[in-house]
């Protein structure tokens, strides 16, 4: 009995691209994950209606190095690092709603970056709750988290005048995708 290696072969090689493309996507996987981050600022009572306001949070440490190792990657061998969600919630005073707000933009900035804009909602109705989705923009941010430290600057335009400072809380995740095994 004569075996015919050539097709033996091809076989085989067909089996492995399939097995190898499989598992590459699950490995993938793997390498893919959120980090979340949060922060805060304040607007403060009787704002000026319609005049943007800028607000800035305090620098946010990224420890990203150890968000990587905890992930089983490394700075560089990220692909795409960007914005999942970012989402705003009043935490006082108890009550409040967005509903004094127009328009909102979100900035990220780093050392030695230009600030960008990550996320926005605009023309906000007035009978919005105390939670706020933000729309963000699709970029690569990955030189962002790879740094020790981010800002995050506020920019607000305000249609109501509030008697109280209102806290705001700025939960943000970021989407990390890796290379899988340096690849």
Known sequence: MRINTSYIT????????????SCGDKLHKYTQFTIDYSSSFVVPSNSGLSLPLDFYTPETETNSEQE?????TRKDLLEKVNVKSIKLKITSPDGQTFG????VYIYLKADGLDEVLVAQRENIPSDVGSTLDLNVMDQDL????????????AKTITDKVTNRDVAIQINT???????????
């Open 68 to 72: 990587f190792a905890v992930n089983n």
């Open 142 to 153: 990955q030189e962002y988290i790879k740094k020790d430290k981010f800002t995050l600057r």
């Open 173 to 183: 995740q970021f989407f990390v995708d890796a290379k899988v095994l340096g690849q």
């Open 100 to 103: 004094f707000l127009n328009d």
């Open 10 to 21: 091809s076989i085989f090689t067909i089996g492995l691209l399939i097995f190898s493309g």
